[in-house]
């Protein structure tokens, strides 16, 4: 009995066991009927199709598993390390593990759904499991690995990777022995055999990935910080209010699903975001990470090939060839998941006919169809966001570069690059080349799947894909000339793109002079005539680019008319499941197809930007070969030597600049250099500071230099910066520096102290206030040797005499002194004078001596004697010398405190708008010259155009398997209505050409008008950057890239709702789920948008950041340089960067997560359809229709991808308008022109200007600069205004010409109120020479005439007239001698000179000469004092001056204080007057004088 029972036993044991065996295995091989007892060979477990030694592989793969979970749980219970996000970096052998077990796992995938389908094929079943599921289960556990192991190694328990690693290198050792003996001795090689074989080596590489990596972890976070310390410290401290992005510290899974971004898109749906709630950049991901990899690639680059000059762009690819390649997976992965579509389509069509391969087919098939659309969405979306994130780095990295570069930049090679071209590049060319990675892989990703397409249509329809091919080739083949001349077209664009800024930006710098001239309009003209070349070119690569699109959108009709037409005459047959394969198959890859003319585009911009910027990082920089700068010795400490030197600013040994230089300077000599105009003064202070290539001979300086420049150059921001310049604050040494350069009671006038935020260059100070501020800058810092050019020549004597004595003399004890100027009552005091003449040293020696052997010398003094008439001044007496010792000034300056108010600051936070602006934008853009009918017949095309390809498709449904239809008419209809459709393509392309082109003329018509109407406030309160740009970067994406941008976001989402449609009519069921899911989509995107809006315009507004900061230290190179300052400067543009990256790098990552979920929802929609399809009555659609609502069902995704993606796109582009629009209306400055107040043609006749109760007030919430001014100017008389700095003297000049307008009173001038005429009118009719002498980029001929209204002679004679006739002979050219940016190529004295021949071109009957001859040595004063007394004889001349002698001859002098009229009277009574202010400023300047005089002669 108990051996009955246990036969019972063995027996229902044996049941089970064949039950799991059978479902396992498939069959039992066990059978005790048989008398076959269960034996296991040694060969069923080598043999790799065997079931033993599948069950063997399950039970490894189940144990990983449960290792791999494990580990999974231990690492997410560690705690998060806080403080400085570390810089992930993957090793050679990590992407070396992670490709080979990655290509591992899907080999065995692919291996896995192949059986499957096999199985299905065969059996009808999934049943045995042992082969597919095995397969399938074992191809992941090996992605798993590739990426858990392999890639987050790190942040793994070392112990537990370890073991891990072993375990899979003896198992995998063991199956890869047995594998090779089984085909050793069978002679049999499988997949399978060849895939266990592989694992060993992807075993070894794991092996060695996990003991190498776990070996350096512990100094991997020493060696981050020690590589990236170098220039941590101040973007630390200025952005540790800021927070890190979520994404620095983010696991696999939120990466994967963008879930690191919902609370920032959670906090721009409840308020408008601020700058300070966009989070940091992770640290790899900013500027200087970026550059610092960059340049250090550069150098290893160098090092290996020292002889040739490294690939940029090598440099840059080997920089990111890790995030390249792991995009590239990504795109690739994105390939394979979309090819399955028609596949799936296809059973799909076959099941709907009644012929499943298994029960349930239908629903395995929807729910493959879902998982395949949700793979596809997550690797394209990591494709995109990888390859955006790329492309920022690239672009930050390039930004830096260019203006690291910018900063060393020598003298000819910035001749060849202005400014405005500088800007370009930062602007335009680094953001193109930032948008190319983006496109990067489309341009092989686009062949691979045209590849994978050709293979599935070769399965549905054969033979007849060689026509499909031959049509491909051939529109590529078509569109290779237009990309050449797109390409030639682009270059020239850029160019004449580059020609138009430059001339926008001189404007605009010098918009100031521009009115004063009256020149607006020429110079406005000539911008236009360079718009308009602008527009020429963009026409014509607009026109290439219209045409491209017009092909490859055509291309998929062309193609499916070719394949149905070879089908037709090779007699294969058409049915539903292979036309409508073949449909999807197309439908899928238009898409690719189409943004070809994109890639296209992208790469033409990309390739010609890049060789711009390459060109000029190649650009020669300054060098300092020939310069020792050494300081150890204390003694050597501020000296200069400089032994038989020549220097040229050409770096040409034939053409010096300066000869013969030889020059001692002791530690602690104070030496002044004097010389007429143009005689190489600031041409040697430039060479001491390795400005000017040394060409021949040496120069040695040592100890550390402080230089305040001829031109002042002042930063945006507070005084108190300016003055500190990167040094800590010393509270101490910060009050006597204030004192020292007088400028203490400057500061009390301000509303805010040192804490006043100065407009850009300055605008808000006098000429005097900006250089003290230089001088204050320059003693702050504690040099060793002071450079100073010609400080003096902006400031009143008074101030003068206070900033020789308490500056130079007192505060400079002791320091190494070059001092130019031109003021020679001053020259006594110095140990020695440099007299220089025609580029030489002529003497070097004391005063006395020079004095006494010199003749050049002794013309000099006695040319100032003369200038200064004393003559005139028997009656003064002369007075004690005034001086305000330190002391004195502390006891009565009690320290204010001032706090930096934002509110009423001159320099505004730049606006943005706030919120979703709707259509507004669009309508701005679609309005502009009636674009909106263009847009609308380019809509209705494309319209038309998909209604067109639907009826196609309809047709091929409904007829396909209508045997009354042959096969003939079948392809004749459907290739007409194809044919028909293209041709409404071709309309709608080139009617956006034509809307580009009318709105983009219009817009910066608009634009510049504007600016140039706009009155000086406006300029004095906006930084240069914010308007450069908008006519840069903002104007080039409205050019480029809003036009089409507008159309296709219109044309995909037609293509969305077209697909929706068909799938709505052939299972109207689907309404049910697309209804709420459309509703849903729409408003996920009003939730994305609300902070997607935000983001741009942060990025557009910190863009200007950037902009202006390049702008700015452009023209502060020369002193930035100086006080090395260069890592400081550098430091806070890599800052901005980031700060404009940041907004940027959310902007993106949130496009991404839009449509992540957006496509999800499409699947749904997809994988829904399919399911209704399946669970619906058999015959109650037509296959037909089913394979054309599945082909439209499978574009869905990829219709709406490209419609969010575009509509996303064009949503960011479109805030270039908004930007633009705020510009377009600025408050205009008065009429140029008043038709019915017109003054007479001669007017003014007599020249009489009075003035009634003038008050002027810059802005109308600042209190009155001048306060009810009251006199009167006779005709022809001549008038002196002077006052102490600051007190209004240019202010009322600025009345005459009314670049202010009054607050009170008027000014009437022979009998006309100047307010009741046109501004051009007035303007016009004046003369003036202006305080800061300006000339353009062009000709000697163009500066003095731009409008060309005189002849040659006239030309000359000027020139000779105002000394500048030699000098212009001996340039080759002559009258057409260039004049670079800012007539850096001329001296200041020159250009003033320029100013005043423009002056005696003009004629006029009021002459204005503002601080004129500042600039200009005493003897050339002489002469032009004579020259304008001569020429302008019967003019009234109004002359503000600080030489006290300029004015001595004047019929009148009008003194002013504070705003306010002193005294006005003939100057002999003002100087005998008792207190006279004017009698006061001459005394002051006669004192130090006649001292000098006394002491020396």
Not at 91 to 110: D, E, I, K, T
Not at 186 to 192: D, G, T
Not at 355 to 367: D, H, M, P, Q, T
Not at 663 to 677: H, S, T, Y
Request: charged content about 20%; some cysteine.
């Amino acid at each position: 009995m108990e051996s009955f029972l246990q036969s019972l036993r063995s027996k229902e044991k044996s049941r089970k066991m064949a039950g799991f065996w059978s479902v396992f295995c498939g069959e039992f091989d066990c059978s005790e009927a048989g008398r076959k007892l269960c034996s296991y060979d040694l060969r069923l477990l080598i043999d790799p199709s065997t079931c033993v030694n599948h069950l063997l592989i399950s039970c490894f793969d189940v144990l990983l598993l449960i290792m791999l979970l494990f580990i999974m749980i231990q690492k997410s219970t560690l705690k998060p390390s806080h403080g400085q996000t570390q810089v992930q970096r993957y090793s050679y052998f990590q992407l070396l593990s992670a490709m080979a077990n990655g290509a591992l796992g899907l080999a065995h995938l692919c291996l896995g759904i192949w059986d499957l389908q096999e199985c299905l094929g065969k059996t009808q079943t999934v049943l045995p499991l042992n082969g597919w599921l095995l397969e399938i289960f074992h191809g992941l556990i090996w992605l798993f690995v590739s990426f858990m192991i392999s890639l987050k190694l790190k942040r793994l328990p070392r112990a537990l990777s370890r073991l891990s690693s072993i375990l899979i290198f003896l198992v995998s050792g063991i199956f890869c022995v047995s594998s090779l003996f089984y085909a050793i001795s069978s002679r049999e090689v499988s997949l399978k055999v060849v895939l266990d074989i592989l694992s060993f080596p992807g075993a070894i590489f794991l092996l060695l990935c996990t003991y190498k990596e776990s070996k350096y972890k512990d100094t991997d976070n020493e060696v981050d910080e020690s590589l990236y310390a170098p220039l941590n410290g101040q973007s630390n401290k200025n952005g540790s209010t800021r927070y890190v992005t979520s994404f620095a510290k983010t696991g696999f899974f939120s990466r994967m699903s963008f879930w690191w971004l919902n609370p920032l898109m959670k906090i721009g749906k409840e308020k408008t975001l601020q700058d300070e709630d966009i989070p940091k950049l992770r640290e790899e991901d900013q500027a200087e990470s970026c550059y610092l990899l960059f340049r250090d690639q550069l150098n290893r680059q160098k090092q290996k090939d020292p002889s040739s000059q490294p690939s940029v762009l090598r440099t840059i690819i080997l920089c990111h060839w890790r995030e390249i390649l792991i995009s590239g997976f990504f795109a690739v992965l994105k390939v394979l998941a979309q090819s399955s579509g028609p596949l799936l389509l296809n059973s799909f069509i076959l099941v709907s006919e009644g012929n499943e391969s298994f029960k349930y087919e239908g629903f395995v098939l929807a729910i493959s169809l879902f998982f395949a659309k949700t793979i596809e969405s997550l690797s394209q979306r990591q494709w995109y966001f990888r390859c955006r994130l790329i492309g920022l780095k690239v672009r930050s990295l390039l930004t830096a570069a260019i203006y690291r570069k910018q900063l060393r930049l020598s003298n000819s090679a910035r001749l060849m690059h202005s400014g405005g071209e500088i800007m370009n590049y930062v602007t335009v060319d680094a953001y193109r080349i930032g948008e190319f990675p983006y496109w990067f892989h489309q341009t092989w990703t686009t062949s691979f799947q045209l590849c994978i397409s050709l293979v599935i249509l070769f399965r549905a329809v054969g033979m007849a894909t060689i026509a499909s091919l031959v049509v491909i080739v051939i529109t590529v083949l078509c569109n290779t000339p237009l990309a050449k001349l797109q390409h030639k077209f682009q270059s020239k664009l850029m160019v004449a793109q580059d020609e138009r800024l430059k001339a926008c930006s001189e404007a605009l710098v010098n918009m100031k002079v521009l009115k004063l001239y009256a020149w607006e309009t020429n110079f406005r003209n000539a911008i236009e005539r360079l718009r308009n070349e602008e527009l020429k070119w963009l026409s014509a690569v607009q026109l290439r680019k219209a045409y491209s699109t017009f092909l490859f959108w055509s291309s998929p009709v062309l193609v499916s008319a070719a394949s149905f037409g070879a089908c037709y005459f090779l007699n294969v047959p058409l049915h539903a499941n292979n036309v409508f394969t073949f449909v999807a198959t197309l439908r899928l890859v238009q898409d690719p197809i189409r943004v070809i003319p994109d890639v296209i585009g992208v790469i033409i911009q990309a390739k010609v930007a890049f060789s711009r910027i390459v060109k000029f990082l190649e650009a020669p920089e300054l060098l300092s070969a020939n310069v020792t700068k050494r300081s150890l010795n204390d003694n050597m400490r501020g000296s200069i030597l400089i032994k038989s030197a020549d220097f040229s600013w050409e770096d040409n040994v034939s053409k010096p600049t300066l000869r013969n230089i030889n020059l001692e300077v002791r530690p602690g000599q104070k030496m002044a250099i004097c010389g007429e105009v143009g005689s190489g003064k600031s041409t040697l202070l430039a060479a001491i500071l390795r400005e000017v290539p040394n060409t021949r001979g040496t120069i040695e300086v040592y100890g550390k230099f402080a230089y305040v420049s001829q031109t002042a150059w002042i930063q945006s921001g507070t005084i108190r910066e300016n003055i500190l310049f990167g040094v800590a604050m010393d509270s101490e040494k910060y009050q006597e520096t204030l004192h020292r350069s007088s400028l203490l009671k400057d500061l009390e006038l301000f509303p805010h102290g040192d804490l006043t935020e100065i407009g850009e260059r300055g605008v808000n100070l006098s000429g005097g206030q900006k250089q003290r501020i230089q001088l204050a800058r320059a003693l702050y810092q504690n040099a060793d040797i002071y450079l100073l050019d010609d400080p003096f020549s902006a400031v009143d004597a008074h101030t003068a005499t206070n900033l020789f004595n308490e500056y130079i003399m007192e505060g400079l004890a002791g320091k190494t002194v070059l001092l130019v100027t031109h003021q020679v009552d001053f020259l006594p005091a110095f140990d020695s004078v440099l007299l220089m003449s025609d580029a030489e040293i002529i003497e070097a020696a004391p005063y006395g001596y020079l004095l006494s052997s010199s003749q050049a010398f002794q013309e000099l003094v006695n040319a100032h004697k003369e200038t200064a008439g004393t003559d005139r001044l028997v009656d003064v007496t002369s007075s004690q010398k005034h001086s305000n010792r330190a002391g004195e000034i502390r006891k009565t300056h009690t320290e204010q405190h001032y706090e930096a108010s934002k509110g009423d600051q001159l320099i505004k936070k730049e606006e943005r708008e706030k919120g979703d602006q709707g259509f507004k934008p669009y309508i701005q853009y679609l309005n502009q010259n009636k674009g909106y009918i263009y847009f609308s017949v380019a809509a209705l095309c494309q319209l038309t155009f998909v209604v067109g390809q639907t009826l196609q498709n309809s047709w091929m449904a409904a007829n396909v398997d209508n045997p009354q239809v042959s096969t003939l008419q079948l392809i004749l209809v459907y290739l007409f209505i194809g044919i028909i459709s293209t041709m409404f393509l071709l309309i709608r392309s080139l009617t956006t050409v034509a809307l580009c082109l009318r709105s983009s003329k219009s817009l910066f018509l608009q634009l510049l008008y504007s600016l140039f109407r706009a009155p000086m406030s406006f300029y004095d309160s906006t930084p240069l950057g914010r308007i450069l740009s908008r006519v840069s970067s903002d104007l080039s994406i409205v050019d480029l890239d809003v036009p089409f941008g507008i159309l296709f976001a219109v044309a995909p989402t037609m293509n969305f709702y077209a697909s929706l449609a068909v799938l709505a009519v052939v299972t109207w069921q689907v309404l049910f789920v697309s209804i709420p899911m459309i509703c849903f989509a729409i408003r996920l995107q009003r939730y994305y948008f609300a902070s997607a809006k935000e983001l741009m315009r942060m990025n557009g507004t910190t863009k200007s950041f950037v902009a202006n900061h390049l702008a700015e230290s452009a023209a502060g190179a020369v002193t930035i340089r100086a006080f090395d300052e260069e890592d400081r400067f550098f430091q806070k543009s890599l800052d901005l960067i980031d700060v404009n990256a940041s907004p940027f790098f959310h902007s993106f990552a949130a496009n991404e997560w839009l449509i992540q979920r957006l496509e999800t929802v499409s699947a749904v929609v997809l994988a829904s359809a399919a399911l209704f399809m399946v669970v619906l009555p058999p015959g109650t659609c037509t296959s037909g229709f089913i394979g054309m609502a599945l082909s439209y069902g499978l574009s869905l995704n990829s219709s709406l991808v490209l419609s969010i993606q575009n509509q996303c796109n064009i949503a960011n582009n479109i805030i270039s308008v908004e930007r633009l629009n705020q510009y377009m209306h600025i408050p205009s400055e008065a009429p140029e022109v008043i038709e019915g107040k017109r003054p007479p043609v001669n007017w003014p006749i007599a020249g009489r200007v009075e003035i009634n109760e003038l008050q002027i007030r810059y802005r109308p919430d600042a209190p009155l600069v001048l306060r009810g001014i009251t006199c009167t100017f006779e005709g022809g008389h001549k008038i002196g205004i002077v006052g102490r700095t600051g007190c209004g003297k240019s202010t009322l000049i600025g009345a005459l010409f009314r670049l202010v307008e009054p607050a009170g009173g008027k000014i009437i001038v022979d009998g006309i109120d100047i307010s009741s005429i046109g501004l051009h009118d007035l303007r016009s009719r004046f003369g003036i020479i202006p305080q800061d002498p300006t000339l353009f980029n062009g000709t000697v001929r163009y500066n003095l005439d731009p409008l060309s209204q005189h002849s040659d002679q006239e030309i000359w004679e000027v020139l000779g007239k105002c000394q500048l006739q030699e000098a212009v002979q001996e340039k080759e050219e002559g009258l057409d001698s260039s004049v670079v940016e800012a007539g850096a190529n001329w001296s200041m004295g020159q250009r003033q000179l320029f100013c005043l021949g423009r002056a005696l071109l003009r004629r006029s009957r009021i002459l204005v000469l503002d601080e004129a001859t500042a600039s200009i040595d005493n003897a050339t004063d002489l002469i032009l004092q004579k020259s304008i007394r001569t020429e302008f004889a019967d003019c009234t001349v109004i002359t503000v001056a600080h030489r006290i002698p300029t004015v001595m001859d004047c019929t009148k002098v009008l003194a002013i204080s504070d705003g306010k009229l002193v005294e006005y009277d003939e100057p002999m009574k003002l100087i005998k007057r008792e207190g006279s202010l004017f009698g006061k400023l001459v005394k002051e300047y006669w004192s130090h004088f006649q001292s000098a005089e006394s002491h020396w002669i």
